[in-house]
């Protein structure tokens, strides 16, 4: 998978897209299947992307602290994943007075309302 913006169709870009969660899932299942526990999932799963996102030409200054790194969270923007500078958080929020947002170490943690920096 190509880090950053991705050369090409659309179209191209969706299945690289697609196979990366594929793997994730493949990644996944073999951990649950294993009986991994909840902590050690995490703290794998940022060794897993952070590894994953290297192969695909990420520098360490690009890919960063993994537990500061938003990967997706709630959007107003349909037309694309949310991967901004997280400007587009619904207001009001989706969830109970504010939003989730995921993590490159695999944690997703809630913002209030009134909190909108990642």
Request: glycine share 10%.
């Amino acid at each position: 998978m190509t880090f950053g913006l991705a050369p090409g169709a659309v179209p191209d870009h969706l299945d690289e897209l697609e196979e990366r969660v594929r793997r994730w899932s493949q990644w996944l299942g073999e951990k649950i299947r294993s009986q991994t526990s909840d902590q050690e999932l995490v703290s794998a799963f940022a060794g897993y992307e952070h590894d994953d996102l290297g192969r695909g030409g990420a520098t360490e200054k690009e890919i960063g602290d993994p537990a500061a790194r938003v990967l997706i969270y709630d959007s107003t923007n349909l037309a694309r994943n949310a991967h901004d500078a997280v400007t587009t958080l619904p207001n009001p929020p989706r969830h109970a007075g504010g939003n989730y947002i995921g993590y490159a170490d695999g944690s997703a943690r809630f913002k209030r309302r009134t909190s909108v920096a990642p």
